[in-house]
């Protein structure tokens, strides 16, 4: 508590909502900071020298600071047929390749 922190002042209505308010303003800021320094500190612990996210401006790269890959470029393998295909192309491919095995089975 910090009713009186100056002894002087008298006590007026104005001074004690003054008080009352930042009584309540402190305990809200020392709790943010405490919460925010606990946090960085394990971070700080866990990972030493851990690089912050890469922010673009443009919205162009991702938050390792690459571009966005090509989707057709990327190949899954079926696990149901094991064939390689384009990312882009799977779940058309889930289609006729399920109901092919289920007509099969
Ligand atoms: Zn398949």
Do not use: W
Not at 57 to 65: E, I, P, S
Request: some cysteine; aromatic content about 6%; charged content about 20%.
């Amino acid at each position: 508590m910090t009713l009186g922190r100056d002894a002087m002042t008298p006590l007026t209505v104005l001074s004690v909502s003054e008080t009352i308010y930042h009584n309540l303003l402190t305990s809200i800021v020392q709790d943010i900071v405490s919460r925010t320094t606990s946090r960085q500190q394990l971070q700080d612990a866990r990972y030493p020298g851990l690089a912050p996210l890469h922010h673009d401006q443009r919205g162009a790269l991702d938050v390792y600071g690459r571009p966005k890959p090509q989707e057709a470029s990327v190949y899954f393998r079926c696990p149901n047929c094991s064939r390689d295909l384009s990312a882009n192309r799977f779940a058309a491919h889930l289609e006729r390749c399920m109901s092919r095995g289920a007509r099969r089975g």
